[in-house]
Structures are given as structure tokens and as C-alpha cells.
């Protein structure tokens, strides 16, 4: 399937549509947020350790037409899920780990249970965001949120996707001026602290802050960013899906990794640090490495070696050594597996399904690697023998997986995309 420009006409006139009939209000009063997923192509694992990153957005995402509610009310319908979510904006949220599922949604009498709407806890999540960091909402939203049609999300950081559109939106109603760099704290305190997930700020980074047809390079310690110019990317779908909060292997890898930096800060005299890799010099993890057990040394050794390959990448792509830039993306691949320990066998199946197709320069997991998909950058004569290849090769390892995708969107052409806003 061929990129196209993304939202298209038809797409933004159907979210329209849809939220008129809604909100009994015509489709000019209609916003629509649109919020894009990303990839990684190179800094895998380590944005929640401080590393550096790479990451762009692609031409599909979420797409959230909303409209002011008149009052506190919110009231949210999905295109992926039933029910029906509503909660007012003068309801002091909690974090979710406080209090209980069935306290945390309300939903009409047309929808089963809460079960079926937790889908709204981003919602939610992106109020408890802007009241814990002292913002007043006076303005609720009757809203419709959906994301590409056919396409499964997974490891394509949908869920950031989501917070960032609900920010944008309630922001958007009322009146709230919120820089980007604001947005990716409220993002991270969403994930963070409202859904207890360990991750860094990757995700929202990318989906906030990328232009168009560029790579955008990101410091996550001092949180700099910049765009990097730019190839087709590919997408290719394993057909396994696991929520990522409900992985334990997610957040134990990131315990991991900051009980190696203690380790390590303590050997180097410099206990007084977080505990965080990137507060590790290069040199003194070299010097004191051998004192880490084995799973902390290979979750280090993923961290500095990831950092390492980031550089080089962003000197190759600025350079246009595109191949180079590949060979190292191939490369945080096989560091994912190996020494983050992360992935499982479609992935892995997949990943070098990819590496074997014609015409591809690098290929690596999308997201954690615990579900979803991979990612590869192709030559743009070559890809769709490429995608041809990866639809052919994957069903033959794994045709049970396989046979529950859309082919249609099984493997995705797409180009780099731009930064999240509302029109």
C-alpha cells in the first residue's frame, strides 16, 4: 500500500460528521486533533535512562474531533472501542494505582461495564495531567477519537498518541497556552505517574515536536532536541498484541538498568547521583563493568552501546550514508535482543524477515519489542518488492498471527511525518 497524505479530506469530514450529530452543533464548530505515531529508529530503551534518541513521526495516527461541551461535562466516544466515556473537568482526578477501576470511569446505561471503557483512562489521565501541574478547566468536551483505520498500533506509541490528543484538546477548549515542552512533561506524568508505566520521553517527544521528512534527534537528559533532514519506512505487523503496562518485563528492564547505575555510581565515587545510566561516565562504566552481575551487565552494555550507535547514526544520516545509518539500526536491533533481552519469537521472526528483503538498509522493533511491530528503512526503488517479500516470508513462520492481520495493512509503506496540532 503506496503513502498518501494523511489526514485526508474524507477522514477529517467523517470525524465531522460524526461529532455534529453528536454535540447537535455543526461540523464548522468541529476541531480535530491530529496526533501521529512515531518510530525509533535508532535509540532503543535508553530515553528513560537519559540516552540520547532518534525518532520520527509517520503518516497515521489518532484522530480527535472535538467540540467545548458549554460546561465541566466530557463525554467521549471511540472508533475502536463500545461505550461511552464520561467524567467532568471539576473532578479532582487521582492517580489509578489509588483508587479503583470501577471508581475511575462512569459510564451511561448503554454501555455493559466499566471493563469495556477503560479506553478512557487517557482521558482522564490527561486531566489528572493539567490539575496536578496547577491548571483550572472550566470547559469540558464532546469528543470522538479514532485512530488510522485497519491498522494495528501496536509499538507504535498509539497510547502517547492518545494522551497528547486529549491534552491538545482540553488545552484547545480551554484556552490553556501550553508550550510543547510542557506538553511532553503532561504526556510523561500521564504514563508515569496516572498509569504506572516506567518509560521515558521518547514517544511524546517525537509526536510533539518532529517536522516533516526529518529525523529528530533528542538529548533525554537535558531534554534538547533537533530535527536531523531527511527513504521510505517500512512497517511490517507481527499480529501479536500485548498491553505494554500489563508487561512486567517492561518496567522490571528499567529497574535494571538503574540498579546497574547505582552500582556503578558507587564504584566511581559518585554515589551522590540518580541513579540513572547516563549520569555514568563512559569511562567509568568501562572501569567497573566487571562488577555488575551478568543481567545488569548486559542491560548496561545495551545503554552505552545504544548511545554509541545514535551518534554514528546521526553523523551517517546528516552525511546521507543511509546504508551506514541501516547497519546500525540493524545493529540496536540485535542489542535489543540480545542484551536488552527484550522481544519474543514473531518479532524476532520478523525482524529478520526484514533484514533478508531486498532493498532494506536497517530494521529494528517498533516500541518495547514486547508486541507489535518492526520497523525498517528501504530503499524507495526497492520497496515494494520489499513489502511484497515481507508478506509473502512472515506467514510461513507464523501463519496463525499472520492470518489474524488486514492484509491490506499487514505491511505499510509510510514516509516521515509532522508534529502533533489541531486544526
Known sequence: MAAMSWPTQDELDKIRGIVSEMAGKGTEDVRVVVSPYRICPLGAHIDHQ?????AMTINKGILLGFVPSGNTQVALRSGQFKGEVR????????????????????????SPSPQECY???????????LQSRGNHLAQGIIGYICGSEGLDSSGLSSSAAVGVAYLLALESANNLTVSPTENIEYDRVIENEYLGLRNGILDQSAILLSSHGCLT???CKDHETEPQKGYKILLAFSGLRQALTSNPGYNSRVAECQEAAKILLHASGNGELEPF??????ESYEAHKVKLEPNLARRAEHYFSENMRVSKGLEAWASGELRQFGQLMSASGLSSIKNYECGCEPLIQLYEVLLRAPGVFGARFSGAGFRGCCVALVDTDCVAEAAKFVREEYPKLQPVLASQLNPDTAVLICEAGDCARVI
Not at 537519559?50 to 532518534?54: A, R
Not at 545510566?277 to 563512559?282: A, F, Q, R, S
Open 50 to 54: 537519559g540516552g540520547i534518541v532518534s
Open 87 to 110: 467524567f467532568r473537568v471539576n473532578e479532582t482526578q487521582q492517580p489509578r494505582h489509588r483508587i479503583s477501576k470501577g471508581e475511575e470511569i462512569k459510564v451511561d446505561k448503554s
Open 119 to 129: 479506553w478512557g483512562r487517557y482521558a482522564i489521565g490527561a486531566l489528572y495531567a
Open 217 to 219: 534527534y533528542m538529548n
Open 277 to 282: 545510566l547516563c549520569n555514568v561516565e563512559p
